[in-house]
C-alpha cells in the first residue's frame, strides 16, 4: 500500500480546515452563499500557504451535488472526485510548463463547451506568471467576457509579474504567511492524531524553518517523523534540517555582550566542526538578535516572538547588561553582512562579522568612559559653585534678624548649613554637572529625542539648557513641537521650570523664539 505524505493527507477539504486565511475563506463563503460568485480570481502569495487548496475547494463548493453551498459535503461523487483529481470539469494547468500560446489557444477552444457533469467549469491556473507575454494576450478576451459556466483561477507566487490587464479582470485576493502559532497548532494537532510524541522545542524548529508555509512545515515533519520514529527529540529535528541550536546563538550574544572574544571564536569554530552550515549559523544568529531586540522594544515577550518559558528567563537575565540600541546596531550590522557570508569565504566572513560585533559593544564602554571623566573633570566646579550660592543666603539671613535673636538666628544658620550638606541630589550637584547625567535621562524617557540632541553638547546654566548646534542640527531650532518637548523633560528632570537656548557650536549664539520673547517682556514690561 502506498504511503500518502503528511501534507497531502491533511490538505484542507473545507473552508473551515483552512489556516491563517480568515479573510479570504470569509469573502468566498459570503460569495458563494449570496450566488456572487465571480468568473476570475486571482490568488497571490507565498508558497505553501493555501492557494490551490482553496481554488479546489471552491471547485467543490460550486459543483456539489447538494447545491451550491458555502460548504462542500466531501461525500457526493462530484466532491470525491475532485479531491483525487478525476473530475473532468475541473481542469488544472501548470503554467511553468504549459506557458505558451498554443496552450491557451488551445483552453480558449474548450472554454465554448458546456460542463460535462458539474455546474461550471473551473480552470485553476497555478504559477500564473509564468506565461509569456503572447499568451496572456491570448488569455485576455476569455477572462473579459468568457461563457457563463466557467470560473478561472490563477495562482501566483509572483503577483508583480502578471500584467495589469489580467489583474483588473480578476478578483484579486493576496494569501498571507501563515503565523508562528497558527503552524504550531497545526503540528500539534497532527502530531496527536499520528500518535507521535515530542520534546517541546522541537515544533520551534520547525516552524522557524518553514517560514510562514504550513506545507513546508508539514514536509519538515514527516521528515523528522521517518528518521526519529514515534518520540522526535531536539538532537533529532537539529540532525535532521541542520538548524543550529538556539543555545548557540545565545552563547555567541553573550560572548559579545561579555568582551569574551576568544570565547566566542572557540564556539564558532566547535560549531562548524559539528558539521553545520555558516550560513545555518548565521541565519540562527540573525534570528535570535531579533528575538532580543522584540523583547527588549516591547519590555516584554510579544506575541509574534516564539520562545518558551525556560528560554525567555534566560534571555531576560542576558538583556539586563545590554541597551536596545546595541542590539539595533548589532542586526543591522548583521545584516548587511549576508552576501559576504554567501561568499567564496564563508568561515572567515563569520569570524570577521562576529570580532565586528564584538566591536560595536566596545563603544558602550568607551562612552561611558567619556562620561565618568567629564562629571569628575567637573567635580571641583560643582563644589565651589555650591558653596559660593549657599554663604550670601546665610549671612543675609543673620543681618536681617535683630540682636535680641541672634542665638536663634546662628542656630537657624547652622540647621542650613547642615541641611545643605544632607541634600542630594538637587542641592548637593550643580545644575551644570548634570547636563551629562540629563543626557542618560532623556535617552531613556524619548528615544526620539535623544536620537535628536544625544550627539550634541549642552549644558546647564541656572535655569537655562544651553545647546550647541552644528550646522547638520541647525534646523532643530525651528522646530517648536521638538524643542517644546526638550523643555518639558528638562523642567522635570531639573525639578523647575527650564529655558532651552541655542548656541552654534563656535560658541556664537543663535537666538530662539523664547530669547525673542523674554526680550520683549524687557522692552514692553510685561
Not at 363 to 378: G, P, Y
Request: charged content about 30%.
Amino acid at each position: 500500500m502506498s504511503y500518502t505524505v503528511i501534507a497531502r493527507r491533511w490538505r484542507p477539504r473545507k473552508f473551515e480546515d483552512v489556516v491563517g486565511q480568515p479573510h479570504i475563506v470569509t469573502t468566498l463563503k459570503n460569495s458563494v452563499k449570496s450566488g456572487r460568485i465571480a468568473h476570475a480570481y486571482l490568488f497571490s502569495g507565498p508558497r505553501g500557504v493555501g492557494k490551490t487548496s482553496i481554488s479546489r475547494i471552491l471547485a467543490k463548493a460550486v459543483n456539489c451535488v447538494e447545491g451550491v453551498r458555502e460548504e462542500p459535503c466531501n461525500v457526493c461523487p462530484t466532491c470525491t472526485a475532485i479531491d483525487s483529481g478525476g473530475f473532468v470539469d475541473v481542469i488544472e494547468i501548470d503554467a511553468a510548463s504549459n506557458r505558451g500560446i498554443d496552450e491557451i489557444r488551445e483552453l480558449r477552444e474548450t472554454v465554448r463547451y458546456l460542463p460535462m457533469e458539474g455546474r461550471y467549469k473551473v480552470y485553476i491556473i497555478d504559477e500564473a506568471h509564468m506565461l509569456t507575454e503572447p499568451a496572456f494576450n491570448a488569455l485576455l478576451k476569455t477572462l473579459e467576457e468568457p461563457p457563463g459556466h466557467n470560473i478561472f483561477v490563477l495562482a501566483t507566487t509572483e503577483s508583480q509579474k502578471i500584467p495589469y490587464t489580467i489583474m483588473s479582470r480578476c478578483q484579486r485576493f493576496d494569501f498571507r504567511r501563515i503565523s508562528e502559532a497558527h503552524i504550531v497548532e497545526q503540528l500539534k494537532r497532527i502530531c496527536q492524531d499520528e500518535g507521535i510524541s515530542y520534546e517541546e522545542k522541537v515544533l520551534n524548529y520547525v516552524v522557524r524553518e518553514a517560514d510562514g508555509s504550513l506545507r513546508d512545515a508539514e514536509s519538515i515533519l514527516d521528515q523528522v517523523i521517518s528518521y526519529s520514529g514515534m518520540h522526535i527529540s531536539e538532537k533529532d529535528v537539529i540532525d535532521v534540517i541542520g538548524v543550529v541550536q538556539r543555545e548557540v546563538a545565545y552563547d555567541m550574544v553573550r560572548c559579545i555582550i561579555e568582551r569574551d572574544a576568544k570565547g566566542g571564536l572557540e564556539l564558532i569554530a566547535r560549531t562548524l566542526e559539528q558539521g553545520h552550515d555558516v550560513y545555518q549559523v548565521y541565519r540562527g544568529l540573525v534570528s535570535f538578535l531579533r528575538d532580543l531586540l522584540m523583547i527588549k522594544v516591547w519590555n516584554d515577550k510579544p506575541p509574534f516572538v516564539f520562545m518558551d518559558s525556560e528560554e525567555y528567563e534566560r534571555t531576560k537575565g542576558l538583556l539586563k547588561r545590554v541597551e536596545y540600541y546595541e542590539i539595533q546596531n548589532m542586526v543591522h550590522h548583521i545584516l548587511q553582512a549576508e552576501d559576504l557570508i554567501r561568499g567564496v569565504f564563508p568561515k572567515i566572513s563569520l569570524e570577521i562579522l562576529f570580532i565586528n560585533l564584538y566591536n560595536l559593544g566596545q563603544l558602550r564602554d568607551v562612552e561611558r568612559i567619556l562620561e565618568s571623566r567629564t562629571a569628575q573633570a567637573r567635580e571641583p566646579e560643582r563644589k565651589t559653585d555650591v558653596h559660593e550660592r549657599r554663604e550670601p543666603i546665610a549671612e543675609k539671613r543673620h543681618v536681617e534678624y535683630p540682636a535680641a535673636a541672634e542665638k536663634t538666628v546662628q542656630h537657624q544658620e547652622y540647621e542650613t548649613h547642615e541641611t545643605i550638606e544632607k541634600r542630594s541630589p538637587v542641592a548637593e550637584i550643580p545644575v551644570q554637572q548634570e547636563a551629562g547625567d540629563f543626557v542618560s535621562y532623556l535617552r531613556a524617557k524619548s528615544v526620539r529625542l535623544f536620537g535628536f540632541f544625544g550627539s550634541l553638547d549642552m549644558n546647564a546654566e541656572d535655569d537655562t539648557v544651553v545647546v550647541s548646534l552644528d550646522k547638520r542640527s541647525d534646523y532643530l531650532k525651528e522646530q517648536t513641537d521638538i524643542v517644546n518637548e526638550f523643555k518639558n523633560h528638562a523642567s522635570d528632570f531639573f525639578g523647575k521650570e527650564m529655558r532651552v537656548r541655542f548656541v552654534a557650536a563656535s560658541g556664537e549664539r543663535t537666538d530662539t523664539i523664547d530669547d525673542y520673547v523674554k526680550e520683549a517682556e524687557r522692552l514692553f514690561k510685561i
